[in-house]
């Protein structure tokens, strides 16, 4: 049985029909009003600025400067809220920059003036 091939042969339609042309997309220039907007034009949350790393390691060292550890400033700071989780979190770069300057001026009386 060689030779099972189909035997394909053109179907023409004929008839009274238009011709189909393919759609062309176009293009429109959007406007500028309010369908586009930039990121910068975006009222959000203003960026929040986490303990830079010096101001980390700057508080360590006054710390350990002063053979104190966390449990044992966090006793000694007379206005610390948050006793030694704050600094736990300072420490580990988990505070904002404002809330470690916080901890810093609670515990300057016992580990001496930090610099910003």
């Known amino acids: 049985m060689a030779g099972h091939f189909q035997d394909w042969n053109p179907v023409v339609i004929r008839g009274k029909s238009v011709p189909v042309q393919p759609q062309q997309k176009q293009i429109v220039p959007k406007s500028g009003n309010q369908l586009s907007k ?9 960026k929040i600025e986490m303990v830079s790393q010096r101001f980390k390691q700057d508080f360590i060292n006054a710390r350990t400067a002063k ?3 966390q449990d044992q400033l966090a006793k ?6 948050g006793g030694v989780k704050v600094i736990k979190e ?3 770069g988990k ?3 404002k809330e470690a300057v916080q901890v810093a001026m609670a515990c300057r009386n016992v580990i001496g003036i930090i610099k910003k």
Do not use: H, Q, Y
Request: net charge negative; hydrophobic share 35%.
């Open 38 to 46: 930039k990121l910068d034009d975006v009222d959000g949350p203003p």
């Open 67 to 69: 053979n104190k550890s």
């Open 76 to 81: 000694e700071a007379r206005n610390l809220k």
């Open 90 to 92: 300072l420490e580990a």
């Open 95 to 97: 505070l904002t920059m």
